[in-house]
Structure formats: C-alpha cells, structure tokens
C-alpha cells in the first residue's frame, strides 16, 4: 500500500512516522518546506492539563467584549465578519458547558498516551529540548482562578500546586504584574517545536519515507469514490490512500472530495528573543492577557492571539504591537535580549473545538487530520497512531466518533 500525505506539519509527519512504522510504503507532499507553517514558531507546549476545545462557556460574555476590539486576545476583523458569519454562529453554538465537558473528554482520549509518544521518541534518540518543569498558570483575579482550579478538579488533574503571590513572585521574579495567585501543573512539559520538526523530518526520512517539498496539492482525480491520483505543482501522484493534513487550509483539498468540513484559520503571534536578559525558569500562562511564555535553552518565546480574518498570514502590526505591550507590561524588559524575531502562524479551527480525524464520507480512500486549533503540537504523536490504525486495520484503538469528518453535516 503506497499513501500520500498532503502537509508536511507535525500532523502529516507524524502521519508518516507511524504508517511507516506499519510498514506503509509513504510520501509526503509539502508546498514548501516540511515543518515551516504552523508546527514551527507556536510555544511547544504539551500540556493536557489545558487541552480543552477553544469554543467554551465563558466565551458567551468575554466574547462579545473582545471581539472587534485589535488588542484583545480574541479579535475577529470586521471586514471579514460576513464571510464568517456562518462559521461564528456554529462556533457561538457550541460555546455552553454540554459541548465544551464532551470536548474535553474526547481530548483527553485522544491524547491519553501522548507524555508515553513523547517519552519513546527521545528514547528512540530524537532531541526536541523537551523540558519537564511544568506549567504556571497565573491569575490576576481570584474568581478566574477559582473557575480553573474548579475546572482541573472536574478533569481529574493532580497534582495541583496553589502559589501565593509572595511564593509566585519567590518562583518567577520577573513577573512585575499584581497577581491573585498561580496554579502549578508540574507533570507538564514543553518542547521546542522546530526541533521537533526538524528531527522527525529526518526520523521519517532515514525510516525511507519519501518527502517532497516544494510540492503544491491542487486536486484529485476519482474513479467513483476512489482517488485514484492528485493533481500537483509537479504533476500527477497516484497512490493507494491519500491523507489531507494541510492544517488550516485542509477545507480547500476537502471540498474537492466532496465534503465541505468548516475549518477555518485561528491566527496566533509568537516572539522570539535570543539569549533574553529576562530570566523565566517555567512556562507560564498569563490568564488575564492570554500569553504563553515559553522558555528555551538560550531563547524565550512569547506566543498567543487569536485572530479570526480568514486564510492568509498577514501580521497584523497593531495587534502585534498591543501584544507585545501587555506581555510587557507583566515582565519588564521581556523583550530585551541578542535579537528578536516576529512569527505569525494560521491555526486550524473547527467549531466544535475539535479536530476532524478519519475517512471522507464521500470517499472510500482520502482520510483527513485538521482542525488541531491549539492543541497540534501535543497531540500529533496520537493523531499519527489512530489515522494508521484507520488507513491500516481500518479501525481504530480510540473511539473517533467525536472527530468525525461527517459531524457536522449531520
Ligand atoms: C501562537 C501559537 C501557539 C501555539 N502553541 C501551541 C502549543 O503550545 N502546543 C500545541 O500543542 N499547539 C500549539 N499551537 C498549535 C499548533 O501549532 C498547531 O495545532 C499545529 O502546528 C498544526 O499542525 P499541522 O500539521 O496541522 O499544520 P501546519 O504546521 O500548518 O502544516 C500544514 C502544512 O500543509 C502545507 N500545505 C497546505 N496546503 C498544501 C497543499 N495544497 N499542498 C501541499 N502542502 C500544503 C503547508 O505548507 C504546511 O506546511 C500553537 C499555535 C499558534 C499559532
């Protein structure tokens, strides 16, 4: 069985990595190059502690205070507000707790072995920089921390340390905000994501994967509901099963098989600085602000925004600007250091919140793996196990229902 993956991210790699690993003769088509979209500048995060779907309760209030403000974390650009209208409402729908409990625990399936992936990878030699320091989650206001430490009860997540603010400012003294108190998830981790990229690249191609870059997917040719072929920069590509995993822009390729999925791009900001004079010992997530810190042997990422103004990777100056300031204004001088790079990335979202895992219904043969919103870089070892078990044994170890390409046109 020959299987072309369309995307070369952490999803389609890892596609790869566990289909060869099957004894899957496999190739990888990338536009341009493997692991430089999405799956590079983001915080690296693997953290299930925080894995829940980006459409929640509380979204119904903050909201509708965010939206259509530029220095909010949530920002949805006016112009592009009719065109996303009908995705919005869908989205607003699934922003109650019903939705939100059943995404969680679909999430925490998924990636029930995700820390086991991470931990057999390093012992199969691969070197990401995965650190095991954990995860502060820091609160400005005593009820937003009452809500998640309520929330991480509710998902069975020990154990939990509770920092004072004297004992946070004791752990993280580059912190200058004022601050109700942190929660500490210390069975957390993070990883530098280029790495990752980088050496699962190579992993997959000493493993005898094919990979292709500079490749661009336009369509497919079908005999019936069999693909028999695609259409590419560089010619025609036959194979025997063909896997869609072009991220944020997995709603074009779909729509060519015969299934429009509502996948849209969820944009996200990070900064880069080298050799920072601001010394941040943990990851943190600044409840208030919505930013990630993410420390680095030699290096420190500030990443977050969420930005909903369609597909393309436009950075948007004013927004990067007012996030710059308020992770400022919580660590002064955080931006200081030998040179500092900015990155925008376009994040798949769906929504549900949830990624769209398994076979297009209109298809006997192209599956597809999107939709991955924040949570891409945790769980693409898991998302790579169950779509090789669905292309190999046509079933899967985890129940795929919740992900389902047929969900939302049901
Ligand atoms: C600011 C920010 C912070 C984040 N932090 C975290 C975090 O801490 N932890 C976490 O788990 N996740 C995080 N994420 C999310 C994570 O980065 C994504 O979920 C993940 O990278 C998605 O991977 P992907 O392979 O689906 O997409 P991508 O990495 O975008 O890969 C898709 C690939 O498909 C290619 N492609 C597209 N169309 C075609 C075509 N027609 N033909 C050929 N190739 C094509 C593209 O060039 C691209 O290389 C963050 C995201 C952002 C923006």
């Not at 939705?99 to 070197?127: K, N, V």
């Not at 108190?181 to 280029?194: K, Q």
Request: aromatic share 6%.
């Amino acid at each position: 069985m020959r299987v072309a993956v369309i995307g070369g991210g952490l999803i389609g790699m890892f596609a790869a990595y566990h289909l060869s690993k099957r004894g899957i003769e496999v190739v990888v088509l990338e536009r341009h190059r493997t692991g430089a979209a999405c799956s590079a500048g983001n915080a690296g995060w693997i953290t299930p502690s925080i894995a829940v779907p980006v459409p929640a309760p509380h979204l119904r209030t903050t909201s509708l205070r965010w939206l259509l403000l530029p220095d909010s974390p949530l920002y949805i650009k006016p112009s592009a507000l009719p065109r996303l209208a009908p995705w919005l409402w869908k989205f607003w729908r699934h922003c109650n707790a019903e939705s939100f409990e059943h995404g969680c625990r679909a999430l925490a399936e998924l990636g029930a072995d995700t820390m086991h992936q991470f931990d057999e990878l390093e012992s199969e030699g691969l070197q990401f920089e995965q650190q095991r320091v954990g995860l502060l989650m820091v609160f400005a206001k005593q009820a937003a921390m009452d809500a998640e430490l309520k929330r991480l009860d509710w998902a069975g997540f020990e154990p939990l340390l509770r920092l004072t603010p004297e004992e946070l400012r004791a752990k993280e003294p580059a912190l200058e905000g004022r601050y109700a108190g942190a929660i500490h998830v210390p069975s957390e981790r993070h990883l530098r994501p280029e790495l990752l990229c980088a050496q699962i690249a190579t992993r997959i191609h000493d493993a005898g994967v094919e990979i292709r870059e500079g490749v661009e997917v336009h369509d497919f040719a079908f005999d019936g509901a069999h693909a028999r072929s695609l259409d590419t920069s560089s010619g025609t590509i036959h194979a025997d099963r063909f896997v869609i995993a072009t991220g944020a822009e997995a709603g074009r390729l779909s729509r060519r098989c015969g299934s429009k999925l509502p996948i849209q791009a969820g944009k996200g900001y990070s900064v880069t600085v080298d050799n920072p004079t601001t010394a941040i010992g943990t990851p943190i997530y600044l409840d208030e602000t919505k930013v990630g810190l993410a420390p680095y042997k030699g290096a420190l990422r500030v990443a977050g925004t969420m930005e909903l103004s369609g597909i393309n990777l436009r950075l948007d100056r004013r927004r990067i600007a007012a996030f710059r300031r308020n992770a400022e204004r919580e660590v002064p001088g955080i931006f200081d250091g030998d040179r500092v790079r900015e990155w925008v990335g376009m994040r798949s979202l769906t929504p549900d919140g949830l990624p769209v895992i398994g076979r297009l219904p209109k298809t006997d043969n192209v599956f597809i793996a999107s939709g991955h919103q924040m949570v891409g870089v945790k769980l693409a070892p898991s998302t790579g196990r169950v779509l090789s078990e669905l292309i190999v044994d046509g079933t899967s170890s985890v129940d795929l229902e919740p992900f389902a390409p047929d969900r939302f046109s049901r």
